[in-house]
């Protein structure tokens, strides 16, 4: 079974959209591999005090630990600015992740791509769950990345060989769950735009994959309180709800995405065994 590949915009993203994906991935010995663009630089905190220029290498720290605990080592970062949420100041950052060209941040990607050969690759779909400006950027990123990554025509500093990725996935949640979310006074989704609650995750009848990692929620679940600055009383997760939170421990979701390459021939991908009620082995 090849490598898991998972490609997100903040610290905490991984861990709450596929930890027991990952869980279960390297429980098998399948290699993963995890690459957030930014270190989260522009979240709240729940820590009393903190030098906000600290935060980046805090949730940083706290991504690397959360791995540790779904027994992942392989976590690398490429040193973009958290553009925060839609309408803040800090999208006009110099080095904040939305400014950077689709193009410019996929032509860093691909040789890791081509080095690392995935099976599967996971990452945020067009809603970015819950319209995230950073959540909707990575998904064009990745995109172009994975379509770059299997041209034989085009070219990466590396000179590596293409790698067609059999599987892209694109981790998500079902619309009607996150719309319940809004009735909850503590909700994290509260202060979103009407036009974001309007594209709230996927409609449950959309999702091709709900697996159930109930056997990793343990892991998951400290890997989600490995966030400390984001989840403990005061972080902006803090307020989830807990019947969300006792969903998202017990089952994740995703959308399998078209490839021109990808013929639906081959053996199933962890994704797919799991999602049929195997161990995924």
């Known amino acids: 079974m090849g490598p898991l590949l998972a490609i997100f915009p903040h610290p905490d993203d991984e861990t709450f959209t596929a930890g027991g994906l990952m869980a279960a991935a390297a429980e098998q010995g399948i290699p993963v591999t995890v690459i957030?663009?930014?270190?989260?630089?522009?979240?709240?905190s729940s820590v009393p005090g903190l030098d906000p220029d600290q935060l980046g290498a805090l949730r940083e720290e706290e991504l690397r630990e959360a791995m540790r605990e779904l027994g992942v080592s392989d976590v690398r970062f490429l040193g973009y600015r958290d553009s925060g949420?839609?309408?803040?100041?800090e999208a006009n950052h110099s080095n904040a992740f939305v400014r950077a060209p689709?193009?410019?941040?996929a032509a860093e990607i691909v040789p890791l791509i081509r080095a690392i050969r995935p099976e599967v690759i996971l990452t945020y779909g067009a809603d970015g769950v819950y319209g995230h400006p950073d959540h909707r950027h990575i998904h064009e990123v990745a995109i172009a990345a994975v379509?770059?990554?299997g041209d034989p025509t085009y070219r990466d500093a590396s000179g590596a060989d293409p790698?067609?990725?059999?599987?892209?996935?694109?981790?998500?949640?079902?619309r009607e769950d996150l719309l319940a979310m809004l009735d909850h006074p503590d909700s994290p989704l509260a202060?979103?735009?009407?036009?974001?609650?309007?594209?709230?995750?996927?409609?449950?009848?959309e999702i091709t994959h709900e697996i159930d990692i109930s056997p990793w929620a343990e892991q998951k679940r400290a890997a989600f309180l490995a966030h400390r600055s984001q989840?403990?009383?005061?972080?902006?997760?803090?307020g989830m709800p807990e019947e969300?939170?006792?969903?998202?421990?017990?089952?994740e979701y995703v959308v399998r995405a078209h490839l021109p390459w990808n013929t639906g021939d081959g053996e199933p991908d962890i994704i797919e065994r799991l999602a049929r009620g195997g161990s995924g082995q």
Request: glycine share 10%.
């Open 36 to 44: 957030s663009a930014t270190r989260g630089e522009a979240g709240e």
């Open 85 to 89: 949420m839609e309408g803040s100041e």
């Open 102 to 105: 689709v193009a410019s941040v």
């Open 147 to 149: 379509e770059a990554a």
């Open 163 to 174: 790698w067609q990725t059999p599987a892209l996935y694109f981790g998500t949640a079902p």
């Open 191 to 205: 202060s979103i735009s009407a036009a974001a609650r309007a594209q709230l995750g996927t409609p449950r009848s």
């Open 231 to 238: 989840t403990a009383e005061g972080g902006p997760l803090s």
């Open 244 to 251: 969300r939170r006792r969903n998202r421990l017990a089952h």
